[in-house]
């Protein structure tokens, strides 16, 4: 049962440090999404890559939020200084246009203190 | 305004009811309509999918599209209480849109034996 994977599931940190959130999309899917939950905003669509190619990071912090993706088996989302206002769920999803369903990764879950 | 509005909630329905759940968009070119279902503590998952003005049914569930009145409901019949959880409802458009999905801010449900 393919699935997409998330690491580190938690992570706690000091305000001003660095976050690196990891991402292993499904073998074959060749778009990636990153999303950031919290209460307040809900669900929201940071950055997505297509063949590894960034096709929209509007959602995204820019002076402190990074995505790339290596190579096609690993995506990355970096926040660098985090601040306590990027506490939320990071969610990674993966999928093809040919697809109509994204598949979610169980996500990490931020805390910034 | 949001792009994507759904009924706030939370909504309580008894076992065996109908739980009927709405949303909004503002974007006429919306071309796609999603409903994900969330655990507490989960990823989404997608339930549903409909693109096209009308009813689609899979199972308990059916998916209902009025884009005239830029609306989607989904309903849940014979409501059971492992449907409790939050319903999101999202869009996209299409073409190189496709996959850029906006997130309502979700309806809890509760099923209640």
């Known amino acids: 049962d393919a699935r997409v994977t998330q690491t580190p599931r938690h992570k706690v940190t000091e305000m001003g440090q660095e976050v690196t959130m990891r991402c292993q999309p499904i073998?074959?899917?060749?778009?990636v999404f990153w999303y950031r939950q919290t209460m307040m905003q809900g669900l929201e669509l940071l950055a997505y890559f297509r063949n590894r190619a960034p096709l929209d990071d509007s959602g995204m912090p820019k002076d402190r939020f990074s995505a790339e993706m290596p190579d096609a088996t690993l995506a990355t989302l970096k926040i660098q200084p985090s601040e306590p206002r990027d506490s939320a769920v990071y969610f990674c999803?993966?999928?093809?246009?040919?697809?109509?369903?994204?598949?979610f990764g169980p996500g990490t879950r931020l805390t910034v203190t | 305004q949001k792009e994507v509005e759904q009924n706030s909630g939370p909504l309580s329905v008894p076992e065996g009811a109908i739980a009927s759940l709405n949303c909004t968009y503002s974007d006429r070119g919306s071309q796609s309509f999603f409903w994900y279902r969330q655990y507490s503590g989960k990823s989404p998952e997608l339930i549903m999918f409909i693109y096209s003005n009308g009813d689609k049914e899979d199972g308990r569930f059916t998916a209902q599209l009025n884009k005239a009145s830029q609306y989607v409901s989904l309903l849940i019949r014979d409501s059971q209480p492992s449907d409790s959880a939050t319903y999101l409802c999202a869009v996209t458009g299409g073409g190189t849109s496709y996959g850029k999905l906006t997130f309502g801010q979700g309806t809890i449900l509760t099923v209640h034996p």
């Open positions: 999803a993966s999928g093809t246009p040919g697809q109509v369903r994204q598949y």
């Open positions: 073998l074959g899917h060749n778009t």
